[in-house]
């Protein structure tokens, strides 16, 4: 679990002593509090401003200050918890299918990206998609490899989880 959270936290902030990670569904912040609990780590969660959707849990930086990503198992958690954050699929049933990561750290990206073709996902060309935005990248996972990524990766965000239990 601390490995998905180093991936989830891509999508977190830092503020002192605690990270942030903040969404839109209240299920998925309540679920990550709730794991982090059951490691024996404080997290409490809220709502931030009375007219925003948004929902954060908050915890403490210092229980995964330590956090190797070696072994298999570590990087598939590593990088489903960064395709929550960081990772897309169509919001919209119906729609063409896409799987793709984003991120403004290059360098970051192809790690993951790496960790991927690791265990056999293909995966397309790292790219930035607008000129309006330079230090924006992203990849999309190959057609041929969705059905592996859904399988082998897979998501514990209630909406992507969804999009990807469709394809197994």
Same mark, same amino acid.
């Given at each position: 679990?601390?490995?998905?959270?180093?991936?989830?936290?891509?999508? %977190?902030?830092?503020? %002192?002593?605690?990270?942030?990670?903040?969404?839109? =569904? !209240?299920?998925?912040?309540?679920?990550?509090?709730?794991?982090?609990?059951?490691? %024996?780590?404080?997290?409490?969660?809220?709502? =931030? #401003?009375? =007219?925003?959707?948004?929902?954060?849990?908050?915890?403490?930086?210092?229980?995964?200050?330590?956090?190797?990503?070696?072994?298999?198992?570590?990087?598939?958690?590593?990088?489903?918890?960064?395709?929550?954050? =960081?990772?897309?699929?169509?919001?919209k049933s119906g729609?063409?299918?896409? *799987?793709?990561?984003?991120?403004?750290?290059?360098?970051?990206?192809?790690?993951?990206?790496?960790?991927?073709? !690791?265990? #056999? *996902?293909?995966? #397309?060309?790292?790219?930035?998609?607008?000129?309006?935005?330079?230090?924006?990248?992203?990849?999309?996972?190959?057609?041929?490899?969705?059905?592996?990524?859904?399988?082998?990766? %897979?998501?514990?965000?209630?909406?992507?989880?969804?999009?990807?239990?469709?394809?197994?």
């Amino acid at each position: 679990m601390k490995a998905y959270l180093l991936g989830a936290l891509h999508d %977190g902030s830092n503020h %002192g002593n605690t990270y942030r990670i903040v969404q839109k =569904e !209240e299920e998925y912040v309540r679920w990550i509090a709730d794991e982090l609990h059951q490691m %024996g780590i404080s997290a409490w969660v809220y709502r =931030e #401003g009375a =007219e925003r959707h948004l929902f954060v849990v908050e915890f403490s930086k210092s229980r995964l200050s330590e956090i190797k990503i070696n072994s298999l198992e570590e990087k598939t958690e590593y990088i489903r918890g960064y395709f929550d954050a =960081e990772g897309s699929v169509p919001l919209k049933s119906g729609a063409r299918m896409y *799987i793709y990561f984003c991120q403004k750290d290059r360098k970051d990206l192809e790690e993951v990206k790496t960790f991927l073709e !690791e265990l #056999g *996902i293909v995966c #397309g060309k790292t790219h930035n998609p607008t000129f309006k935005e330079p230090d924006y990248w992203r990849f999309f996972i190959g057609c041929k490899s969705y059905k592996a990524f859904a399988s082998k990766i %897979g998501s514990r965000h209630p909406r992507k989880r969804k999009v990807l239990e469709k394809m197994i």
